[in-house]
């Protein structure tokens, strides 16, 4: 079993910023990404930044130059430190990893709220 816990939502002022964390805990042997998604109301869930063990990034053309997606492989965790925040930046936002167990399998966390008020 395999759990992810994000923390760092909250409120915070257009042109502000915020620094998520997922941690990662359970029966992982390797962890191969880690990445963060988002959820505005209505909206699909969408991808924000990713990580691979690699060391490659992907960002979402929104995000780009505001955003940095990190990560602390001692600890299982990634980061998303948030730059420049904008009111469309608003949404449940989701930590995600591809796990190796037994298997290789996705988990999400639960979400954090980010609100990011004009």
């Known amino acids: 079993q395999v759990q992810l816990v994000e923390s760092g939502g909250g409120l915070v002022q257009a042109g502000g910023s915020l620094r998520l964390s997922c941690v990662a805990s359970g029966s992982i042997f390797s962890i191969n990404a880690m990445g963060w998604y988002r959820q505005a109301p209505g909206k699909q869930r969408e991808l924000v930044a990713a990580?691979?063990?690699?060391?490659?990034?992907n960002y979402a053309d929104s995000v780009k130059g505001r955003f940095t997606i990190s990560r602390d492989s001692a600890k299982n965790t990634v980061y998303l430190q948030m730059n420049s925040l904008k009111p469309e930046d608003t949404a449940v936002y989701y930590c995600?990893?591809?796990?190796?167990?037994?298997?290789?399998?996705?988990?999400w966390g639960q979400g954090t709220q980010v609100t990011v008020s004009s």
């Open positions: 990580l691979t063990s690699g060391g490659s990034t």
């Open positions: 995600n990893a591809e796990v190796v167990t037994g298997l290789v399998g996705g988990y």
